[in-house]
């Protein structure tokens, strides 16, 4: 919690309204010199005063005296697995309103705030309404505002900025979003070295382990950006099949060398599902059925091995905790177990498998991996592709 600013408040609510000390006084009964010692930290009013003078300036007690509620680390990441649960369980208008109530409560807990922001994005397609859906998007970019107006933590206003933009690309304002990310990730900037002039400070002053610690996660973190890029590659190369062969050769080299099916099953899940999408675009029946097995395998290994999305080291990279301790969410998965499912389903309903969805070995990935075969509730779902956000 911040420290409390009733006196400051006081002073600022009383020239907004423009009164002088002696008309806040004859209003509440007191002094102009009790006033006075009020503005100066001297001394303060009584406690039956302060919802008084609250309602007088229109503003609540908690406004009034400067309190801030804070939340810690381990406080917001039970929160944001209590709201991604209600999103599963509940209606989703009832699930929409305890967030706002948390937002609203929580406001000026700028780490919470971002990661409501966040959960939003995970789940403001659940809204009925495509109306709906941008409503919902638009108060996300406020918060990301009020992030950035407001918070002096540079690595949350830093997140709150790349999260806008994401919003704005869901929104539809891909200029929105170019104009605030194009300065800023430029591949010739000398910003996109800072990670390994931070490696070779820390070796210089001799806190090796500091330094073997982060050049392990940037490794880390750099091997799942690489396969995301891939993703994308070929989402934006899909017709251009000499191009996405190599690229599906290449990063399946890659992701074996480091065992990322087991590493980071969601992340080999995803590249895997973009591979079957590629294949079958093209007719390639064969491919695109091993492609999705791999997948299939990757999503029973989020699903059933108790570590359901959690990130994680292994044998090699072993110096991970620390890092994942100090994420906002820890290693915790961003969405709950059964919204995984619903995602998968909509998924594997992707146009591009219309042609193979009555054969047996789609039935059968289909059936395993959500329950159910793959025509039931076909048409109550929108087409889209693996949720990259899983």
Not at 51 to 71: C, M, N, R, S
Not at 99 to 119: D, E, G, M, N, T
Not at 195 to 224: I, N, W
Not at 286 to 306: I, K, Y
Request: aromatic share 10%; hydrophobic share 40%; net charge negative.
């Amino acid at each position: 919690m911040n420290k409390l600013n009733l006196p400051e408040n006081i002073i600022r609510l009383r020239h907004e309204k423009k009164l002088t000390q002696e008309e806040l006084a004859d209003f509440l009964g007191v002094t102009k010199a009790s006033v006075s010692k009020w503005e100066k930290g001297i001394s303060t009013p009584d406690i039956l005063l302060l919802p008084q003078l609250a309602a007088y300036f229109d503003v609540t007690v908690d406004e009034l005296i400067g309190y801030e509620a804070q939340l810690s680390g381990e406080q917001i990441r039970h929160q944001y697995a209590e709201l991604s649960k209600a999103f599963a369980v509940l209606p989703f208008g009832e699930a929409l309103k305890k967030v706002r109530v948390f937002a609203h409560k929580y406001y000026s807990c700028y780490p919470f705030l971002l990661q409501l922001s966040i959960l939003y994005l995970n789940h403001y397609m659940l809204a009925e309404t495509e109306e709906e859906q941008k409503q919902i998007l638009k108060e996300a970019v406020e918060w990301c505002d009020r992030i950035l107006e407001n918070c002096s933590n540079v690595g949350i206003c830093s997140d709150a900025a790349v999260l806008k933009a994401g919003l704005y690309i869901q929104l539809g304002k891909a200029e929105e979003a170019i104009e605030m990310l194009e300065p800023s990730v430029d591949p010739s900037r000398l910003a996109g070295q800072d990670g390994s002039l931070l490696v070779q400070a820390y070796h210089m002053a001799g806190e090796t382990e500091k330094a073997r610690s982060f050049a392990q996660v940037k490794q880390y973190v750099d091997l799942l950006s690489l396969t995301a890029d891939a993703i994308r590659e070929l989402f934006l190369n899909e017709k251009d099949g000499e191009h996405c062969e190599e690229t599906i050769r290449r990063i399946t080299g890659i992701m074996e060398l480091y065992h990322l099916e087991t590493l980071h099953p969601n992340a080999a899940a995803q590249f895997y599902f973009q591979a079957a999408v590629f294949y079958m675009k093209n007719e390639r029946e064969e491919e695109g059925l091993q492609a999705l097995q791999r997948f299939g395998q990757c999503v029973d290994r989020l699903l059933t091995t108790g570590q359901m999305g959690l990130l994680h080291g292994d044998a090699y990279f072993n110096r991970l905790d620390e890092w994942l301790d100090r994420l906002p969410l820890g290693s915790m998965a961003p969405r709950d177990k059964s919204f995984i499912r619903q995602s998968i389903k909509e998924s594997l309903r992707h146009p591009a498998f219309d042609r193979i969805k009555e054969k047996e070995e789609f039935q059968k990935i289909f059936l395993r991996l959500t329950g159910s075969t793959g025509e039931k509730g076909a048409n109550d779902v929108k087409d889209r592709t693996f949720d990259q956000t899983l």
